[in-house]
């Protein structure tokens, strides 16, 4: 390069330099990418707007074209730019069709280039002074000193200049302010964004080499070296003494994977460190579920072999429990027996990848306590909240979290140098308090913490933590980094803060506290701080735009003095000076006027605050245009005004101004209207004339551009409605309706039409009537009627023909009568002028009326249909043809309606009969037969006119029917003739009632000979309930049963013929009453009894009914079981349910459970149950269990005592005796009542309990009810004082299986949603998974119908899900009907406490909580067990068999049966939830005493499990060795086995002799004649052979007149007339068809030249101008495409990397070529894709068009059919012939497949899905296997069975 050019292009950059001086402050901000690079950002506009359009054109005089792009966002790229060449860039707005212009600037690469270099090297001068920062701008003092002589004030700012001062009397314009503000901004924007982002923390003290300022300088004491690298590897030097603890996340979210990662992040972080005794200690504690001390403190002295150690840690895996871990490093890790030393500084570094499933927060903070410092690092789905609230202060020194394990390398080398200076900063904190000043005096060290908080413009407040030696006061210095004088605050040293006011706005600000002690000063406390900026205007708001004004509000903003509001024009070159308006602060809303219309404004508000303002906020808004009037149009067009009629645009027209001149343009008008009027009526106009109309809107002294419509007024109108009025025989007088308002005269011309003189009238325009004189008699007139018009204007004539001959009435009119609905009418024909004939009739009571019409050629009609036996008046009247009418009228009269004769009923039988009658003569249409009886519903049959009989049938026996028969016509029907007759009786004789007892009844009757059946009915009286069977023929007697004792019953028998039901045969009977009550269910009951009276309970009786007991002892114990049961007072399914069996060859069940809902029906069903009377000593035990199985088993109810009470004489308890065993299992209390022999001991054995309370004996049996009131007193204390029994793991205790009661069984579970069950892989038992969307809840009446006990023992087995919730939830309770708790269980996994809570007595609230370390092993995810004694003073907590802690607590109280029972319930989640928390749950029990959980076992736990108290089940022995060992010792007898099949039926016994004939009877009295037979109808025969021909009929009457036949042919041409007569002149006829356009003509001659027109108004703008050159071609599409891709995927790599693309798009082109930012169009039209499949076949193609003349046409559409016409003659042309056929379609190219072969049957369907997997327990202790038991399997071990036996003689 040249001397010459260096030195132009030096002046260039010298230049271009000023111009950047002052125009980068603008809205425009340019970044340099490379050589040929350039990004471009500015401040994004608000309001509408559709994009951004950059010009970037180079300086006039090159040779490079202008570049133009267009972009959505503020941000744009351009490449391939000269570096030493000037451009000028300019950004417009896009808005519509507008561009508006936003910005302006002009630079040169090398120059920008330059200024960043410049301001780069700054930067890095002030780095060096400063030190390094923090993750979020706060500086760090890592114990590295940058200089050792650094004093506060030479500490300069890293970025930005000083603000300037807004004075009030400076004029700026709007880019002016807009660049200063942004400069100010842009200055501090990347700290305040840092700053933004987090809380202000705590800064690092500076080295303790630097001294306070002002005093003298001391020598230094040496520090430590700067850190070396050695590669990329940092090395701490650092030689510290420090205990840093590792603890890592091992659960399973972590991932194996993963794991690696960590150990390599271990290492990493590890490396930099010294390891030794006596320096850096590490120890590690994995932990997931329990923690894992891996090695302690002390384990290891080298830096190997703590990463030896570091790859051998094996992965855990289970659940995350942090606070667990932490409480483990609390207890054990800080323990100098771990390694840990006293005067060793603490660290402890966390890592984990999740929410912990504990509180942290107060193990956390307890660490803390104890002087540990923790880092806390979280990784993926770390919690950021619960990493802070583990993680020591300042936060951003100590809480990490990443992205992924991946990223944690990239953390390691940060971390290992912030531990090290915090290793570093406490050693020197040690060694500080041991050093001493040269002058003697002791150095107390420096407060620390320092945290600036509240910034705003003005102030912002400074803390610290005091220096652990007291100061007397505290100096606080601070000033601007910029080098204004320092300002000085003292405090009291009891203070930690102050607030640092009247600052500036936007400035940084250097900070130091220097303690103040007697007689010197400590080391100060530094930091940096920068305030904030003023708020810029909230909510500016342009509004209530016009063509020259706008508004301008914004919400007021506190302290500001004044308002600044900026204006400027936007035009299409340059930015306007603009203008400026100043207001108070009290103005937020003010008004610009004088603007340009039709103009875009930039807005700039500011609010000043004294001498300096806030940020910008801008607006942009265009006035309003001069707009026209919109929608201009015209309506209501006449021959002589129009209306015009538009809209308003804009409130500020004041008036509009309308032109209309003539097309022609003679005698130009205008007219102006106000400004809020809309349509104006022009009138005084000519018809048939066009008009040119013009409407502009006025604003002030200006006007809008006119609207221009045109329109052509229409013709004069012409009269209408001419007719005749009034006819003399010379004159006639005419009217008319007016044609319009403006008519001069009426013309009127007439002459007769055979020839003759024309007659002309006048008459004014006013007048609408006229008299013609002079007329001759019986000749025909044509008038005509024309209006002319002021204008000369004539209009059409309106034409009337009129004859002058004479109008006479018709003659002679006829009226007969034919038919009841018809009248038969004729007159005289008149003469040929008649043009038609009316004939008008109507009744004489005026209800019915009608009209016809009759041509002239006929003289008589039928006027049908009429009403029967009416008079009518009819009037015909004859219309001339011109228009004249005259009438005559006559009265006629309708005949009547006549009815059948000679009706008759014949054939009756049972439920038919026939009815006949004679057709009357007048011919009725049909005939309708009603019938009806006062017991059924009135029926009908119609038939038709030809038949004289009807059958009815399907009737009821002996009943009477009214049958009516009418006659129907076409309009009525004649009037009824009526019958009555009565049917044959059909029914049984001699009803009676018969063995009437307690509960059943029965009928007996003689039957009738012949019927088919009989349906029997019984009603009670009282309930209205009803029974109904139906019996075959031949039965005579039917018993009732399950009534009510003394209760009134009707029994009703139908007597059924086939189909037929005879009348109803009723008796009434009643049932016996209820026997009197014994002595002792009659007597007052015993106190025993009064809690007894609504207990509920399941009672069952097996009562003796063998053959030794009798019939009259078998009474006496009916009688004691009916006095027995009466005692209770709530009988059925809300009390006691009572079953009965009788016992005698084999068990009968007479009553069972739930049989009766009713006391009533169950003790009359017991003095209803009969005698059996068999032998007990053939019973068999299989029989006996038949009864009490197989249908009491789904009656009975659960939760509730079962009660037997066993009643026998004889040998029936050593026949049943295994059955009774086994409902002692079952959970049966059993009563014995033995009698006269019975075996005694057999007795004892038998009843639950030995003693008197369970086993009864007497004598006789009238001695039962001796000891009535003993047995129920018994029976009583069981049920009120004890729990049901129930059997739990094969004992039977009294409690509640609350798996059963929840359907948590291996039968019920699956009707249960939300519920999985799985088995247990060491005991087998099933375990059910309760999930989020179960809904396990029960009604509290059906679990406990009675209070809970006051002793309980509650155990549930169970473990809670990974993903069970951290709120409060309820394992079981009992709510109210509100769903208020009342009674429960409580976990809390937050607090990992279980609660037990109740009401008490006195329905107190009461809750004890247990939190022993034992309890949280509940929430590690494993199956625990837990016992929960409640008494009536405490609560004892037992966890896996083991006590754990014992409350006090009173006793539980009453418990609303309203309520429900759930599981899983959270505390918080009051009403009734879908919800629930899952857990799995394998047991849950409840027992009626307090110490159940002594008494179990755990064996359900595998850890519990020991082949003393828990033998190792047989069946998970395996037996792998074939040798047989030697016979083991004989084991225990085994129980009864179990019951057989059922045999097999004997073969029936020998026929039984024959019994005695019976003697004969009297003969009975000879009987009444029998009613007829029935008549053969219920099964119609075979048809008759056909009858003979009938005899031809008589002639039929005449009918009324047909319907005019069709039409007949034209007649033929009649000869020629005589030549008519001339015509009146004809009106004129429509405008013709337009003619074809003509050839052109030649140019006439050039006409005079007119005057000089008057000066017309200004026009309006001129349309845009011609269209500009085409300009160059652009870059290919390929290349933009290339470059809108890389921009939109790698904005940031095209950044970073730009220079590596140029040499893929050099290769192109080397012209600038625009990179946009945001997505661009879309591409190139890409190559044509390959040929489809073919299509179908298309549809036929459409007809082509005709052809030449002579081919025949297409046929059209099928037209609707027309009126017939005359015969045509014949056509000339053939039918057209068939048009060509369309192309058809390609052929589609596809082929059918072969059929493929037949598949395979698919599998069976997949079971369920599958429970979620239980957590794999310990191994359990190896079991001895015995090779005899591979064969046997041994139901219980022999303390089973003595613990049972025990359990069985429990009360």
């Known amino acids: 390069m040249t001397a010459r050019t260096n030195g132009i292009l030096a002046f260039a950059m010298a230049a271009l330099h000023l111009i950047t001086q002052t125009e980068a402050q603008g809205r425009l901000k340019l970044s340099v990418l490379s050589e040929d690079r350039l990004q471009m950002k500015w401040k994004e506009v608000e309001g509408n707007k559709q994009g951004y359009k950059v010009r970037v054109k180079p300086s006039a005089g090159t040779s490079e074209r202008e570049i133009i792009l267009k972009t959505n966002i503020a941000k744009a790229t351009v490449v391939g730019l000269s570096p030493t060449q000037e451009y000028t860039l300019q950004i417009l707005l896009i808005n519509g069709i507008r561009e508006q212009h936003y910005a302006k600037r002009k630079f040169i690469i090398n120059v920008l280039k330059e200024q960043r270099s410049k301001k780069a090297h700054k930067k890095k001068q002030n780095g060096k002074i400063m030190g390094s920062a923090g993750k979020n701008g706060t500086r760090i003092d890592l114990g590295i000193p940058t200089s050792n002589r650094t004093s506060l004030k030479q500490t300069e700012i890293i970025h930005g200049t000083q603000s300037r001062k807004v004075k009030n009397s400076e004029r700026r314009k709007s880019s002016d302010k807009t660049s200063e503000n942004k400069m100010r901004k842009s200055s501090t924007s990347a700290a305040e964004n840092e700053r933004a982002s987090q809380t202000k923390n705590a800064t690092q003290s500076l080295p303790k080499n630097r001294r306070k300022m002002g005093q003298d300088k001391h020598r230094e004491e040496p520090v430590p070296e700067e850190p070396t690298t050695e590669g990329s590897q940092y090395r701490c030097q650092a030689r510290a003494v420090a205990d840093i603890i590792i603890v890592i996340d091992g659960s399973w979210s972590i991932g194996r994977a993963?794991?690696?990662?960590?150990?390599?992040?271990?290492?990493?972080?590890?490396?930099?460190?010294?390891?030794?005794?006596?320096?850096?200690?590490?120890?590690?504690?994995?932990?997931?579920?329990?923690?894992?001390?891996?090695?302690?403190?002390?384990?290891?002295?080298?830096?190997?072999?703590?990463?030896?150690?570091?790859?051998?840690?094996?992965?855990?895996?289970?659940?995350?429990?942090?606070?667990?871990?932490?409480?483990?490093?609390?207890?054990?890790?800080?323990?100098?027996?771990?390694?840990?030393?006293?005067?060793?500084?603490?660290?402890?570094?966390?890592?984990?990848?999740?929410?912990?499933?504990?509180?942290?927060?107060?193990?956390?903070?307890?660490?803390?306590?104890?002087?540990?410092?923790?880092?806390?690092?979280?990784?993926?789905?770390?919690?950021?909240?619960?990493?802070?609230?583990?993680?020591?202060?300042?936060?951003?020194?100590?809480?990490?979290?990443?992205?992924?394990?991946?990223?944690?390398?990239?953390?390691?080398?940060?971390?290992?140098?912030?531990?090290?200076?915090?290793?570093?900063?406490?050693?020197?904190?040690?060694?500080?308090?041991?050093?001493?000043?040269?002058?003697?005096?002791?150095?107390?060290?420096?407060?620390?913490?320092?945290?600036?908080?509240?910034?705003?413009?003005?102030?912002?407040?400074?803390?610290?933590?005091?220096?652990?030696?007291?100061?007397?006061?505290?100096?606080?210095?601070?000033?601007?980094?910029?080098?204004?004088?320092?300002?000085?605050?003292?405090?009291?040293?009891?203070?930690?803060?102050?607030?640092?006011?009247?600052?500036?706005?936007?400035?940084?600000?250097?900070?130091?506290?220097?303690?103040?002690?007697?007689?010197?000063?400590?080391?100060?406390?530094?930091?940096?701080?920068?305030?904030?900026?003023?708020?810029?205007?909230?909510?500016?708001?342009?509004?209530?735009?016009?063509?020259?004004?706008?508004?301008?509000?914004?919400?007021?903003?506190?302290d500001a003095s004044h308002y600044l509001i900026l204006y400027e024009q936007v035009s299409s070159d340059d930015v306007d000076e603009g203008k400026e308006v100043k207001v108070d602060a009290q103005y937020t809303d003010i008004e610009i006027e004088g603007l340009t219309p039709h103009a875009e404004y930039i807005v700039t508000a500011y609010a000043l605050y004294g001498d300096e303002t806030s940020e910008p906020v801008t607006a942009q808004q265009a006035t309003l245009s001069l707009d026209p009037p919109r929608g201009v149009h015209v309506t209501d067009v006449h021959h002589s005004s129009v209306k015009v009629s538009w809209e308003r645009t804009s409130r500020k027209v004041n008036g509009h101004r309308i032109v209309y001149v003539s097309a022609s343009g003679n005698d130009p008008k205008q007219t102006e209207v106000g400004g809020n009027i809309t349509n104006v009526l022009l009138q005084n106009l000519t018809s048939l004339t066009k008009y040119v109309i013009s409407v502009l809107s006025i604003y002030g002294t200006l006007s809008s551009i006119p609207v221009t419509v045109t329109t052509e007024t229409v013709k004069v109108p012409s009269p209408s409605n001419l007719q005749v009025t009034e006819f003399s025989n010379t004159s006639l007088t005419i009217a008319w309706k007016h044609a319009s308002n403006d008519v001069a005269l009426y013309e009127i011309k007439w002459i007769p039409l055979s020839g003759g003189k024309l007659y002309e009238l006048d008459v004014q325009g006013n007048t609408n009537t006229a008299v013609l004189q002079g007329l001759a008699i019986n000749t025909e007139y044509q008038v005509s009627l024309s209006a002319l018009y002021n204008d000369t204007a004539k209009s059409n004539g309106i034409v009337l023909r009129y004859n002058t001959y004479s109008r006479n009435p018709p003659a002679n009119l006829v009226i007969e009568a034919k038919t009841p609905t018809s009248l038969q009418v004729s007159w005289d024909h008149l003469n040929d002028n008649v043009q038609l004939y009316k004939v008008h009739y109507v009744s004489v009571t005026g209800h019915h009326t009608g009209e016809t019409t009759t041509p002239v050629k006929r003289?008589?009609?039928?006027?049908?249909?009429?009403?029967?036996?009416?008079?009518?008046?009819?009037?015909?009247?004859?219309?001339?043809?011109?228009?004249?009418?005259?009438?005559?009228?006559?009265?006629?009269?309708?005949?009547?309606?006549?009815?059948?004769?000679?009706?008759?009923?014949?054939?009756?039988?049972?439920?038919?009969?026939?009815?006949?009658?004679?057709?009357?003569?007048?011919?009725?249409?049909?005939?309708?037969?009603?019938?009806?009886?006062?017991?059924?519903?009135?029926?009908?049959?119609?038939?038709?006119?030809?038949?004289?009989?009807?059958?009815i049938k399907d009737l009821q026996s002996g009943q009477a029917y009214n049958v009516s028969v009418t006659a129907v016509y076409t309009n009525g029907q004649s009037p009824a003739v009526q019958h009555t007759v009565t049917t044959l009786h059909l029914n049984v004789k001699g009803l009676r009632a018969d063995q009437v007892r307690f509960t059943s009844m029965c009928a007996q009757w003689e039957g009738f000979v012949g019927s088919s059946g009989y349906r029997i009915v019984l009603e009670s009286l009282t309930g209205g309930k009803v029974q109904e069977n139906t019996l075959r023929a031949g039965t005579n007697k039917y018993c009732f049963h399950h009534l009510f004792p003394n209760r009134q019953y009707i029994i009703t028998v139908y007597t059924r013929l086939q189909e037929v039901t005879g009348s109803p045969v009723s008796v009434l009977q009643s049932t016996l009453p209820l026997p009197i009550r014994s002595t002792f269910a009659s007597s007052t009951p015993p106190v025993d009894l009064k809690d007894c009276r609504a207990v509920t309970a399941d009672l069952t009786f097996i009562i003796d009914g063998s053959m030794s007991v009798g019939e009259e002892n078998f009474r006496k114990i009916i009688s004691f079981v009916y006095d027995s049961v009466s005692v209770f007072d709530k009988l059925g399914p809300e009390g006691i349910q009572v079953s009965v069996s009788q016992f005698s060859h084999h068990m009968t069940d007479e009553i069972q459970h739930s049989s009766f809902r009713s006391s009533e029906q169950l003790l009359g069903s017991i003095c209803d149950i009969p005698y059996r009377g068999t032998d007990t000593s053939a019973a068999k035990d299989d029989r006996a269990s038949d009864g009490l199985f197989s249908t009491n088993e789904s009656k009975e109810r659960k939760h509730v005592h079962k009660i037997l009470v066993i009643i026998t004489g004889g040998t029936v308890l050593g026949e049943i005796s295994q059955t009774l065993q086994q409902l002692v299992l079952e959970g049966f209390f059993i009563f014995v009542l033995g009698v006269d022999d019975v075996d005694e001991a057999k007795m004892t054995y038998v009843a639950s309990t030995p003693s008197l309370r369970a086993a009864f004996y007497v004598r006789d049996f009238s001695d039962l009810n001796n000891i009535g009131g003993k047995v129920i007193a018994s029976i009583c204390q069981t049920v009120s004082t004890t729990c049901a029994l129930t059997n739990i793991r094969g004992t039977v205790v009294p409690g509640i299986n609350m798996m059963e009661a929840f359907g948590l069984t291996d039968k019920e579970f699956s009707k249960l949603e939300g519920v999985a069950m799985e088995s247990d892989i060491v005991t087998g038992s099933p375990s059910f998974s309760i999930f989020e969307n179960a809904h396990l809840i029960q009604n509290t009446r059906n679990i406990h119908p009675k209070e809970l006990p006051t002793k309980q023992t509650m155990t549930l087995l169970f473990r809670l899900q990974p993903n069970a919730t951290d709120e409060p939830f309820a394992l079981w309770q009992i709510v109210d009907e509100h769903f208020h708790p009342l009674v429960g269980i409580v976990l809390d996994s937050k607090l990992q406490t279980l609660s037990y809570f109740n009401h008490d007595k006195k329905n107190v609230f009461q809750k004890v909580t247990f939190s022993q370390p034992e309890v949280k092993k509940l929430f590690f995810g494993s199956f625990h067990k837990v016992h929960i004694a409640v008494s009536r003073s405490t609560v004892r907590l037992y966890v896996d068999c083991v006590k754990i802690g014992e409350e006090r607590i009173n006793g539980v109280g009453k418990i609303s049966h309203d309520g429900f029972e759930v599981l899983g319930k959270l505390v918080n989640n009051r009403g009734l939830s879908n919800t629930s928390v899952p857990f799995q749950l394998q047991a849950f029990e409840m027992v009626c005493n307090n110490s159940w959980s002594s008494l179990d076992r755990c064996c359900d736990l595998p850890a519990w499990r020991d082949d003393e108290t828990c033998p190792p089940n047989v069946q998970t022995c395996t037996c792998s060795s074939l040798i047989t060992g030697a016979p083991g010792p004989s084991g225990p007898s085994g129980p009864p086995g179990a019951r057989g099949l059922q045999g097999e039926c004997g073969e029936p016994g020998p026929q039984g002799p024959e019994g005695p004939a019976g003697d004969r009877g009297p003969m009975g009295l000879e009987g009444e004649p029998g009613p007829p037979g029935p008549r053969g109808l219920s099964i119609r025969g075979p048809a008759g052979p056909p009858g003979e021909k009938g005899q031809s009929g008589e002639p039929g009457q005449r009918s009324n007149q047909g319907l005019p036949g069709p039409r007949g042919p034209p007649g033929r041409d009649g000869i020629q007339g005589p030549k008519g007569t001339r015509g009146l002149e004809g009106t004129i006829g429509p405008p013709g068809l337009p003619g074809t356009r003509g050839p052109t003509g030649i140019v006439g001659p050039t006409g005079y030249q007119g005057d000089q027109g008057v000066p017309g108004d200004v026009g309006p703008s001129g349309l845009p101008g011609a269209k500009g050159e085409k300009g160059e071609k652009g870059e290919p599409q390929s290349l933009s495409a290339v470059y809108q891709m890389v921009s939109q995927a790698c904005e940031e790599l095209v950044q970073n990397h730009m220079l590596k693309f140029d040499l893929v798009l050099n290769e192109f082109s080397k012209n600038p070529t625009p990179v946009r930012i945001i997505q661009g169009p879309a591409g190139e039209v890409g190559e044509p894709g390959k040929p489809g499949p073919p299509g179908n076949r298309g549809a036929p193609g459409i007809p082509g068009v005709p052809g030449t003349a002579g081919k025949a046409g297409y046929p059209g559409e099928i037209g609707k059919p027309g009126e017939k016409g005359a015969k045509g003659s014949p056509g000339v042309n053939a039918p057209g012939s068939e048009g060509p056929r369309g192309t058809p379609g390609p052929r589609g190219e596809g082929k059918r497949g072969k059929q493929g072969p037949q598949g395979l049957p698919g599998p069976p369907g997949r079971p369920g899905l599958p429970g979620l997997p239980g957590s794999i327990g310990p191994p359990g202790v190896a079991g001895d296997c015995d090779i005899s038991a591979c064969n046997t399997f041994n139901t219980a071990s022999e303390s089973d069975r003595e613990t049972e036996h025990e359990f069985q003689q429990l009360p």
């Open 258 to 558: 993963n794991f690696r990662l960590v150990r390599q992040f271990l290492t990493n972080l590890i490396t930099p460190f010294h390891v030794g005794v006596d320096g850096i200690r590490i120890g590690l504690i994995q932990y997931s579920g329990e923690p894992r001390t891996e090695w302690d403190l002390d384990t290891y002295s080298t830096k190997n072999e703590v990463l030896e150690a570091i790859q051998r840690i094996r992965y855990k895996g289970g659940n995350t429990y942090t606070a667990l871990a932490l409480d483990h490093i609390y207890r054990n890790a800080l323990k100098p027996s771990a390694g840990a030393r006293p005067d060793a500084a603490k660290f402890l570094i966390l890592l984990t990848d999740g929410k912990s499933q504990d509180d942290v927060n107060s193990s956390a903070q307890r660490l803390k306590n104890a002087g540990v410092e923790i880092f806390a690092i979280g990784v993926k789905n770390a919690d950021e909240a619960e990493l802070k609230q583990i993680a020591s202060d300042p936060l951003d020194l100590h809480v990490y979290n990443v992205l992924g394990f991946n990223l944690l390398d990239s953390l390691s080398e940060k971390l290992s140098k912030i531990l090290c200076g915090q290793m570093m900063a406490k050693a020197n904190k040690v060694k500080s308090g041991h050093r001493k000043a040269d002058n003697g005096a002791m150095l107390y060290s420096t407060p620390t913490n320092l945290v600036t908080s509240d910034i705003t413009a003005r102030s912002f407040r400074v803390s610290w933590t005091h220096s652990p030696k007291r100061a007397n006061k505290y100096r606080v210095i601070y000033y601007p980094t910029t080098g204004e004088n320092p300002e000085e605050v003292i405090v009291d040293g009891t203070e930690s803060s102050v607030n640092l006011e009247n600052l500036h706005s936007l400035t940084e600000y250097q900070i130091a506290v220097f303690p103040v002690y007697e007689g010197f000063d400590g080391e100060g406390l530094r930091g940096i701080e920068t305030t904030s900026s003023f708020p810029s205007l909230n909510k500016l708001m342009i509004y209530d735009v016009t063509h020259n004004s706008m508004r301008v509000s914004w919400e007021p903003q506190d």
């Open 859 to 951: 003289n008589s009609v039928t006027l049908k249909p009429l009403i029967s036996d009416t008079v009518y008046n009819v009037t015909i009247t004859a219309v001339y043809t011109s228009g004249d009418e005259t009438s005559i009228s006559g009265e006629g009269k309708t005949l009547p309606f006549l009815p059948p004769a000679n009706v008759r009923i014949t054939d009756i039988t049972f439920n038919y009969f026939r009815v006949t009658w004679e057709k009357p003569e007048s011919r009725p249409l049909g005939f309708s037969v009603l019938f009806y009886s006062d017991s059924d519903q009135l029926a009908h049959i119609t038939t038709d006119g030809n038949r004289d009989s009807v059958e």
